[in-house]
């Protein structure tokens, strides 16, 4: 199953409220996971199960969607959100990744 | 507190096999609704899972990979092992391991810190 996420990067401002999507190939239910990696750093886990918030993750980050379409908002953007997100889907045995979407200050 | 730790060679020849360990604490591996997955990252590109293996010893590759890679666990170490034969510099990646959930959304997490392998003569 083919994970494609838009937009590959984008810019944005402290404040601002972020959309990133990730679309599936093919419909995966809500088996969808989204990460958050900073430079030099781990992968980090903010939603599973397409919209259940990781324990301890700030609650600005909300998942949402079921089927093909799926979407990470970050409602405020704060400093520590500068990153590389990445969307992972679980409904096939082989596991796979979106590309990445990097947010940075504009 | 659940923590994962790579470790391993920095620097392999091509052609040769690839071996890393994966200690884990704050777990067991044998708890049946856990396991412990590798995943790779070559410089500036995107996440690839690799395989992962379960308290059962059930275990799951990477297709494009699966004549490659052989993951192993010793459950008395708390290590789980992946070997990669034949590498090739496009191997050349940072490796990490991750605790996979099993009877959720088989999410990973947490991860470990990673280890980078250079793949070149």
């Known amino acids: 199953i083919q994970m494609t996420q838009s937009p590959p990067s984008l810019s944005a401002s402290v404040g601002d409220r972020v959309t990133i999507s990730c679309r599936a190939s093919q419909s995966i239910s809500n088996y969808l996971n989204w990460y958050q990696q900073k430079p030099g750093k781990a992968p980090k886990l903010l939603i599973y199960a397409a919209s259940s918030l990781q324990s301890g993750v700030p609650s600005r980050f909300t998942g949402s969607g079921s089927g093909t379409d799926f979407t990470l908002t970050i409602s405020s953007l704060q400093p520590e959100d500068f990153a590389t997100y990445y969307c992972?889907?679980?409904?096939?045995?082989?596991?796979?990744f979106g590309g990445g979407t990097k947010v940075d200050i504009k | 507190q659940v923590t994962l730790k790579e470790s391993g060679p920095v620097l392999v020849k091509p052609t040769e096999t690839l071996t890393l360990t994966c200690t884990v604490s704050g777990f067991s591996l044998s708890n049946v609704r856990m396991g412990v997955s590798w995943i790779r990252q070559p410089p500036g590109k995107a996440l690839e899972w690799l395989a992962h293996?379960?308290?059962?010893?059930?275990?799951s590759y990477n297709t494009s990979l699966k004549t490659r890679l052989t993951i192993s666990k010793d459950t008395s170490k708390s290590q789980v092992v992946v070997t990669m034969t034949n590498m090739d510099p496009v191997d050349t990646a940072t490796y990490y391991c991750?605790?996979?959930?099993?009877?959720?959304?088989?999410?990973?997490?947490?991860w470990g810190q990673g280890t980078l392998v250079t793949v070149s003569s």
């Open positions: 992972q889907q679980s409904y096939s045995t082989q596991l796979t």
């Open positions: 293996i379960f308290s059962n010893d059930e275990k």
């Open positions: 991750a605790r996979i959930m099993a009877y959720s959304s088989s999410q990973f997490d947490p």
